[in-house]
């Protein structure tokens, strides 16, 4: 049984740099979240994807931030000229999706980015 | 908009313990779905329960059991006969019947000791 997968587990990268991280989705899963944990925090939402469509991204810290999922399959998320404050937890999830119902989402294990 | 309060930041009890962590959320749905998470010391989040708003009765599943109360907003967990291994932070989380986005509370960090 494949759970989510997220790569890379860990990037450094100086200030002003642009990192792409990666997500592979539990392949029968439509829906495909990003979310970004701080230290002693809950994730907090960033964007999902139902199936190629990104239905939600209001939530996306800033225009640096854009995240896509070109053929309903895995994602990427992409931060472009990174500042310190950027640097957390990059979290995502995967669920399927259901007429009128709320399924549970399923972690990967995340990608930790620290901005030197 | 939505909120979800774990005013427990941190418990710690001692191996056998019996331990409740505190969950309360808010919001101004009808349908709604609440969820606990797990996440180890080695960082993924594990998903344990999802109830939602129309059932409120009580679930056990071996040593863990949730108490969800619509009257006091509130969906705590117990933890029955403590053990080493529990030790992680539990996350309390809220989704509304119409979107899909997790509100999640700040977690509580369980420690039991041996």
């Known amino acids: 049984d494949t759970g989510v997968s997220q790569n890379p587990r860990h990037k450094i990268t100086k200030r002003g740099q642009n990192v792409t991280f990666r997500c592979d989705p539990i392949?029968?899963?439509?829906?495909l979240y990003w979310y970004r944990q701080t230290l002693g925090q809950g994730p907090e939402f960033l964007t999902y994807?139902?199936?190629?469509?990104?239905?939600?991204k209001s939530r996306l810290l800033s225009d640096r931030f854009s995240a896509e999922r070109p053929k309903g399959s895995f994602s990427t998320l992409e931060i472009q000229r990174t500042e310190q404050g950027d640097s957390a937890m990059y979290l995502c999830a995967s669920s399927l999706m259901g007429q009128g119902a709320v399924y549970e989402q399923y972690f990967g294990p995340g990608t930790r980015l620290t901005v030197t | 908009a939505q909120k979800v309060t774990q005013a427990q930041t941190e418990i710690s009890v001692v191996e056998k313990e019996d331990v409740t962590l505190d969950c309360v959320y808010e919001?101004?749905?009808?349908?709604?779905?609440l969820f606990w998470y797990k996440q180890p010391p080695s960082g993924e989040l594990v998903f344990l329960i999802r109830r939602n708003s129309f059932d409120e009765q009580n679930e056990i599943s071996g040593r863990y059991s949730w108490n969800f109360q619509k009257s006091t907003s509130s969906f705590n967990f117990t933890i029955t006969a403590s053990q080493v291994v529990d030790s992680a932070v539990y996350f309390c989380?809220?989704?509304?019947?119409?979107?899909?986005?997790?509100?999640f509370g700040s977690g509580t960090q369980l420690t039991v000791l041996p």
């Open positions: 392949s029968e899963h439509n829906r």
């Open positions: 919001t101004r749905d009808t349908t709604y779905y």
């Open positions: 989380a809220l989704t509304r019947g119409s979107a899909r986005q997790l509100t």
């Open positions: 994807f139902q199936n190629e469509a990104q239905l939600e």
